[in-house]
């Protein structure tokens, strides 16, 4: 079925190894995106993976760190994190976003591993 409702889709933490982000998400052959909520005061933790992402906040504010630059960031701002590239936000808000990123073979973004590791 190509036509979705996010609020008809579960709702998942997707990587809670690394996120506290919680929403629905829609995935393709080729790309995954996602309407997330990330609660305030938690964090994204210092990663990195074979995944380039980018971001739109549509509500609340965070402080996000790619590589060595860091910066705040509120509604209306967009981010592009590219592939391997070192990343983590501290939430400083409720803060809502929408979420895209391109699915790599054998990389599981729910895991956040390559899926022939133990």
């Known amino acids: 079925m190509p036509f979705f409702k996010w609020e008809e889709l579960e709702a998942e933490l997707i990587t809670p190894r690394y996120s506290p982000a919680k929403g629905p998400s829609v995935e393709g052959e080729k790309i995954m995106m996602g309407c997330f909520f990330y609660p305030a005061g ?28 860091e910066k705040i960031l509120g509604a209306g701002d967009v981010f592009l994190i ?29 895991d956040a591993k390559w899926e022939d590791e133990s």
Do not use: Y
Request: aromatic letters at 8%; a negative charge; proline letters at 5%.
């Open 42 to 69: 938690g964090k994204a933790e210092a990663h990195a993976h074979p995944n380039e992402q980018i971001i739109s906040i549509f509500k609340g504010k965070v402080k996000f760190r790619i590589e060595n630059e």
């Open 82 to 110: 590219p592939a391997n590239a070192e990343h983590e936000m501290e939430i400083i808000e409720d803060t809502d976003v929408i979420f895209c990123k391109d699915l790599v073979p054998n990389w599981s973004i729910r």
